[in-house]
């Protein structure tokens, strides 16, 4: 009874609302506005829309109840960690890496180079993880050092003629070198603060990289960025040393992807390799240590600074790498892809994957890539579907898709 | 042999209030020396600037000898001063073990590509790090819940982990800021029995602030009263408990 009496109110606002709003119309007639009736064609959609309100208020309670129970099952799952069962997961890596290894050679073309986006996501995804997941230090201009990767690589090349392979672990050390750079004076803000001073930072970079126009050819970007090589085997369709050529085959554009597929599948196992030792080492257990309780971590000569400052420029590095490969693949980069929207889609990816958990970082990534490549048919509609998705599952999972216990070191008795 | 620790002149202002007015206190190796005083009298005030979480804004500070006034907290613990709070900070998502493990941070093997590589040398660190961590478990009778996360002990248990991974850092002077506080009497004999056994087999001294007089009176080698940021009068328990200056700052004026 009391449903049908708030429905019917809930109804009778939308009309009063709505009817004003849609009802009438100012038209101008001559010098003057006249109060339009337009009630006559609105009215269906009036109804309509006072029905489903009506209905909603009514059923609201039934409506609410499974995700509800969805939000509260959902609550304590989390994924275990390798310790906890290592021969299952141990097999499950292989199982999972050797289904990773063969897909390409069946899958399509365009879902090969979409995965190889994700994979560059996936890394981005892990790199920041470091940051925002494990050290607790909110980064928002990570692009910065993303695109620092890029750039080193497609400048190196450009100018000093360097191929893929020197320039990968250039530009991850010159990414950590900007991390440092900026870590130094800024990790001693907390919170909000850095969060801002590291927006301020990824603007810096991209609009330095658009202005300076002599140096990285400005919004024009760099174009004809070779492809890695295979030892020196490139897979293009004329040159010297070509892949097809060396093994006797016909060409195959195919080829190419296929192994930008496989290089950023390495990438990202290495740094899923690196970063876990990392959380095993003396290092990573500081970084657990400090986002809980800086004050403690001082106490007992932990130097915070030094700490965050560690966290920060492997993190950095991370993203030199994966801006290496990614200036390689596109093979033309401008400062247009290093805007502020990425930054913010590979924290959405950490925080959506469940902050800290790896897998949850991998898992994220997959569904922002392939999210919006799935829903291109609804077009302008996109970014808002892309935008009520991240409000429900920050509604029913706000601990992300995947949460994972942290490798805990255990007592042997 | 110079003291271990000396502090004079120690004035700490927070714009025109005065919190810490002139306080002198010494102590020598293997003394557990109290501060007491009543509730906002600066005891803690004194911890801070002791162990650099405040520059103090006058006075000396020497620890073996070596000027420490104004250096930065962590570099303090790391000579070997290291403290507790009022209020337990544990590292409450982490287990018991971890949190014994982090204090050994500046003794474990923090090198970079030997942790990546998981060298012998990295590997015995960190064996050595889990026999330490092992030993103070043991100590602090906490083996059990080695694995269980620090926030889920009781109460009793977080302070006697507290203080465990403190000594896991292997400091000289251990100071420790109301470490009774919370405890029942039971639990407050056995803190009473561990500071002494820190004391006589792991070698360290302790500088104390607590409230709870039998504590206090029972195991200190000397006492510090302060009242209102100045010091009120030092000396062995039987002393500051005669003094009248202290009874009258205690209890109110007659």
């Not at chain 1, 490969?325 to 929207?341: D, M």
């Not at chain 1, 409000?391 to 992300?400: A, E, K, N, T």
């Not at chain 2, 804004?57 to 962590?74: E, K, N």
Request: with cysteine; hydrophobic share 50%.
């Amino acid at each position: 009874m009391n449903n049908i009496k708030s429905a019917l109110i809930a109804a009778g606002l939308f009309l009063i609302l709505a009817g004003w709003l849609m009802g009438f119309r100012l038209e101008t007639a001559g010098t003057r506005l006249v109060v339009g009736n337009r009630l006559d064609t609105a009215w269906e959609w009036l109804a309509l829309g006072g029905g489903l309100v009506f209905l909603a208020q009514l059923f609201h309670a039934q409506v609410t109840r499974p995700f509800k129970l969805l939000a509260e099952r959902g609550g304590s799952f989390a994924l275990p960690a390798p310790e906890e069962k290592p021969m299952l997961f141990r097999l499950l890596t292989l199982l999972v890496l050797a289904g990773l290894i063969i897909w390409p050679f069946i899958g399509s073309r365009g879902a090969v180079d979409l995965a190889t986006l994700t994979l560059i996501y996936v890394m981005l995804g892990l790199g920041l993880n470091v940051v925002v997941g494990l050290a607790g230090l909110l980064d928002l201009g990570y692009v910065a050092f993303y695109a620092v990767g890029a750039y080193s690589y497609a400048l190196l090349n450009a100018y000093l003629g360097f191929d893929f392979w020197t320039c990968l672990p250039i530009a991850g050390g010159l990414a950590a070198l900007f991390g440092f750079l900026l870590g130094f004076p800024v990790l001693r803000l907390r919170g909000d603060y850095l969060a801002i001073v590291t927006l301020g930072f990824g603007e810096i970079i991209r609009i330095l990289l658009n202005n300076m126009t002599e140096l990285t050819g400005g919004p024009n970007g760099i174009a004809g960025i070779p492809k890695p090589t295979l030892f020196g085997l490139a897979f293009e369709r004329k040159g010297d040393s070509l892949f097809h050529e060396f093994f006797n085959i016909s060409y195959n554009s195919g080829y190419k992807v296929i192994f930008l597929y496989l290089l950023a599948l390495g990438l990202v196992v290495f740094t899923i390799f690196i970063i876990n030792r990392l959380l095993r080492m003396p290092l990573g257990r500081a970084w657990e240590a400090l986002r809980e309780d800086e004050i403690a971590c001082r106490s007992l000569g932990l130097n915070p600074t030094l700490i965050k400052l560690t966290a920060f420029t492997i993190g950095a590095a991370f993203a030199g790498f994966a801006g290496s490969f990614f200036a390689a693949r596109q093979g033309f980069i401008s400062p247009e892809s290093f805007v502020f929207i990425e930054s913010a889609i590979i924290l959405a990816i950490v925080v959506l994957g469940g902050m800290g958990s790896q897998i949850g970082v991998v898992l994220a990534a997959i569904v922002m890539t392939i999210l919006p490549e799935l829903t291109r048919e609804f077009n302008e509609y996109r970014m808002l579907l892309f935008g009520l998705l991240m409000v429900l599952m920050m509604i029913w999972r706000p601990q992300g898709l995947l949460p994972m216990h942290r490798p805990h070191m255990e007592m042997k008795s | 042999m110079t003291d271990l620790l000396a502090v004079s002149g120690l004035t700490m202002r927070f714009g025109g209030l005065v919190a810490v007015d002139q306080v002198a206190l010494t102590m020598k190796e293997r003394q557990i020396v109290s501060v007491i005083g009543p509730n906002g009298a600066g005891k803690t005030t004194i911890f801070n600037c002791l162990s650099g979480f405040y520059k103090p804004s006058g006075g000396t500070v020497h620890f073996r000898g070596q000027a420490i006034q104004g250096l930065p907290g962590h570099k303090i613990a790391r000579l070997g001063m290291v403290r507790t709070f009022q209020h337990v900070r544990l590292f409450k998502e982490m287990t018991v073990l971890e949190n014994l493990l982090v204090a050994q941070h500046r003794l474990l093997n923090t090198n970079f590509i030997a942790g990546l590589l998981k060298t012998p040398g990295f590997r015995r660190a960190e064996k050595e790090g889990l026999e330490r961590a092992h030993y103070w478990l043991e100590k602090v009778r906490l083996t059990e819940f080695a694995n269980r996360t620090a926030g889920n002990l009781a109460y009793g248990q977080q302070r006697r982990l507290e203080i465990a991974r403190c000594m896991a850092s292997r400091p000289e002077l251990l100071m420790l800021d109301e470490p009774a506080a919370g405890l029942n009497p039971n639990e407050t004999d056995e803190l009473d029995r561990l500071i002494c056994d820190l004391r006589d087999n792991d070698g360290v001294s302790v500088l104390l602030i607590e409230h709870d007089m039998k504590l206090v009176m029972g195991i200190s080698d000397h006492i510090y009263v302060v009242n209102q940021g100045r010091p009120l009068a030092d000396g062995t328990p039987g002393q500051v408990q005669n003094n009248a200056e202290v009874i009258k700052a205690y209890l109110g004026e007659a």
